[in-house]
């Protein structure tokens, strides 16, 4: 079938299967290897990427039901060459990443909680259902927790999402 993705504010038209994943028409047929294949099952969320800026796993999700939609892969969060988004900048400043397999879904994941925590969104570990909701350890930790690491760079990706949320008391909390 033929199908047009908007990805990272290009439009692309692509003829695909239509059981070809978002995950399969970035990597395979646009070469948009920054997103990764981890599980290719829904449990890693290494492939994460925005839809609508909502975060998605791209190997969950067809090509298709994407059409119409706008994709952000991590290619597109370094503002299109103008430097690298606050999260980026701060994974880089706080060691958030070793072997950095992980990172670019990290990376979606946490610009797209941040928006839910914007939003008043409560989560698992939220003391109750009404916001604003603080940027705890627990809460990142819950609110990430769909994305594994297998290098446990986990206390520094908290401090590199919280440096990027502009939390002061992020070292005091997190010791
Ligand atoms: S590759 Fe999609 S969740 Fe693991
Ligand atoms: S940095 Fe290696 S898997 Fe996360």
Known sequence: MHITLDINGDSHRLELDTRTTLLDALRLHLGLTGTKKGCDHGQCGACTVLMDGRRVNACLTLACMAQGRSVTTIEGMSGNGNGLSALQRAFLEHD????GYCTPGQICS????LEELREGWPSHASASLDGPFPLSHAEIAERMSG?????????NIVDAIRAAAGDADQQEDAA
């Not at 958030?96 to 072997?99: E, L």
């Not at 946490?110 to 909680?113: C, D, L, P, Q, V």
């Not at 994305?147 to 206390?155: H, I, Q, T």
């Open 147 to 155: 994305n594994l690491c297998r290098c446990a760079a986990y206390s």
């Open 110 to 113: 946490a610009t797209g909680m």
């Open 96 to 99: 958030g990443f070793q072997c």
